[in-house]
């Protein structure tokens, strides 16, 4: 499908173009998380004219009626454009932390097991960014939560983190694309819509249409600071030990944002499952703010035990214990 040279066309296309610098179109293939709205129809779109070879994956979450029929719907469009694929892909949305984050762990499991080796591509915005940006800050979920979402993490690809969702709707204008609209992005039940629906366009009124463009520049150098940060843990934890145990007075003479870091960075090589700020503070207290106080019972555990990091002869260990003790 030969795509119009418009301005939102040219813009979503150089997006892709400058995510898969360095692989020449003729090599890059991809599959792209296809819900049906704008900003993946665009993206979709872009992809096939930029790559040799586009899979489209739908993701079917079955929590509405008619989800399989807009599923059906998303594939067959993603074949009029070009794609080499489309395959609609069914889940059970089920677990805790509420129908948000049970549906986007079901998403990504079944993009992981459906996508052959494939990256895949993401249809995030500049816009989604900043939302989550927001939702960082107001959680008070320390620098990682604040520095968004990644351009490229692992399997997934992001190329339109710098295009603005506005564009992504008038692409499909321009092409004549008739986008899905979700009653779910539109449902104040959800936070993240609030603050796109509320929040947000507050924002840029009293800042003159700047907030979105600042919130995803400050995530942008978050993220080049944590990984400054990150190396420097990761130096801190091969002097101090790294292994189980960790040597106090190693940790106890580093800056404390990267201590923290590390400790945080052990306890995950440890296979400790939700690491909080509260655990990495009271952990810290054991290092610098010693006073013979108690281990911290820290999560992943199995069955009728849990994980304790103790202070003993001047290091940091983890303990298995029994949970009802």
């Given at each position: 499908?030969r795509?119009?040279?418009?301005?939102?066309v040219l813009?979503?296309?150089h997006a892709v173009?400058?995510?898969?610098?360095g692989?020449p179109?003729?090599?890059?293939?991809v599959?792209?998380a296809?819900s049906?709205?704008?900003?993946s129809?665009?993206?979709?779109?872009?992809?096939v004219a930029?790559a040799?070879?586009?899979?489209?994956?739908?993701?079917?979450?079955?929590?509405?009626d008619g989800?399989?029929e807009?599923?059906?719907?998303?594939a067959?469009t993603a074949?009029s454009?070009g794609?080499r694929?489309?395959?609609?892909?069914?889940?059970?949305?089920t677990?805790?932390?509420?129908m948000e984050?049970?549906?986007?762990?079901?998403?990504?499991a079944?993009l992981d097991?459906a996508r052959a080796?494939?990256?895949?591509?993401?249809?995030?915005?500049?816009?989604d960014?900043?939302?989550?940006?927001?939702l960082?800050?107001?959680?008070?979920?320390?620098a990682?939560?604040?520095?968004?979402?990644a351009?490229s993490?692992?399997?997934?690809?992001?190329?339109?983190?710098?295009?603005r969702?506005?564009?992504?709707r008038q692409f499909c204008?321009?092409?004549g694309?008739?986008p899905y609209e979700d009653?779910?992005?539109?449902?104040p039940?959800?936070t993240r819509?609030?603050l796109?629906?509320?929040?947000?366009?507050?924002?840029e009124?009293?800042l003159g249409?700047?907030?979105?463009?600042?919130?995803a520049?400050?995530?942008?150098?978050?993220r080049?600071?944590?990984g400054?940060l990150?190396?420097?843990?990761?130096e801190l934890?091969?002097r101090?030990?790294?292994?189980?145990?960790?040597d106090?007075?190693v940790l106890?003479?580093a800056?404390?944002?990267v201590?923290?870091?590390?400790?945080?960075a052990?306890l995950?090589?440890?296979?400790?499952?939700?690491v909080?700020?509260?655990?990495?503070?009271?952990?810290?207290?054991?290092?610098?703010?010693?006073r013979?106080q108690?281990?911290v019972?820290?999560?992943?555990?199995?069955?009728?035990?849990?994980?304790?990091v103790?202070r003993e002869?001047?290091?940091l260990?983890l303990?298995r214990?029994?949970?009802e003790?």
């Open positions: 499908m795509l119009p040279e418009t301005l939102a813009a979503v296309r173009r400058e995510w898969s610098t692989l179109p003729a090599e890059l293939q599959a792209v296809l049906g709205g704008a900003d129809l665009a993206l979709t779109a872009a992809a930029e040799a070879a586009v899979d489209a994956l739908v993701v079917d979450h079955r929590l509405q989800s399989d807009v599923a059906a719907v998303a067959a074949r454009l794609c694929s489309a395959r609609v892909l069914p889940v059970e949305v677990g805790t932390g509420g984050a049970a549906a986007r762990t079901a998403r990504y079944a097991a080796g494939l990256p895949v591509l993401l249809g995030h915005t500049l816009d960014q900043a939302e989550t940006v927001l960082g800050l107001a959680r008070g979920s320390g990682r939560a604040i520095q968004g979402m351009p993490d692992g399997p997934w690809g992001r190329p339109l983190l710098s295009v969702r506005a564009t992504t204008a321009d092409l694309l008739t009653p779910h992005n539109s449902s039940d959800f819509v609030r796109r629906t509320e929040v947000l366009p507050l924002l009124d009293v249409g700047t907030a979105a463009l600042a919130l520049r400050t995530a942008e150098q978050l080049a600071d944590n400054a990150d190396e420097f843990a990761d934890l091969s101090a030990g790294s292994g189980l145990a960790l106090c007075a106890g003479a800056a404390p944002a201590r923290r870091r590390a400790v945080r052990w995950l090589a440890q296979g400790v499952r939700g909080a700020g509260t655990h990495i503070r009271r952990i810290d207290e054991l290092v610098v703010a010693w013979g108690g281990g019972a820290v999560g992943g555990g199995v069955r009728g035990t849990r994980l304790v103790v002869h001047g290091r260990t303990a214990t029994d949970r003790r």
